[in-house]
């Protein structure tokens, strides 16, 4: 079993940044993976960023060159670094770690974090 606590989610201005954090626990030598998505009420959930267990990067193209993640296995959590934020940024953000174990995967979601980006 892994847990995902997810942080730092708010109200910004455009043009405004926001960190994400994900405090991960639990099983952590089981994931191989680990990736924030978002949502919305008319919008299905989309992968924003994802970091595998070797460090490499994935980004939607409309976050790319804003957004960054990052990894502190020190301290087991996740980073989202948002810049330049812009109103269709707003959604619920999730982080979510993927896991293997005994062959079969396994998909964890955080409780989710409102990022709102209003002017």
């Known amino acids: 079993q892994v847990q995902l606590v997810e942080s730092g989610g708010g109200l910004v201005q455009p043009g405004g940044s926001l960190r994400l954090s994900c405090a991960v626990s639990?099983?952590?030598?089981?994931?191989?993976?680990m990736g924030w998505y978002r949502q919305t009420p008319w919008k299905q959930r989309e992968s924003v960023a994802t970091i595998t267990s070797g460090g490499s990067t994935n980004y939607a193209d409309s976050v790319k060159g804003r957004f960054t993640i990052s990894r502190d296995n020190a301290k087991n959590t996740v980073y989202l670094q948002m810049n330049s934020l812009k109103p269709e940024d707003t959604a619920v953000y999730y982080c979510?770690?993927?896991?293997?174990?005994?062959?079969?995967?396994?998909?964890?979601w955080g409780q989710g974090t409102q990022v709102t980006v209003f002017s």
């Open positions: 979510n770690a993927g896991a293997e174990d005994g062959g079969y995967k396994y998909d964890y």
């Open positions: 639990g099983s952590i030598f089981s994931i191989y993976a």
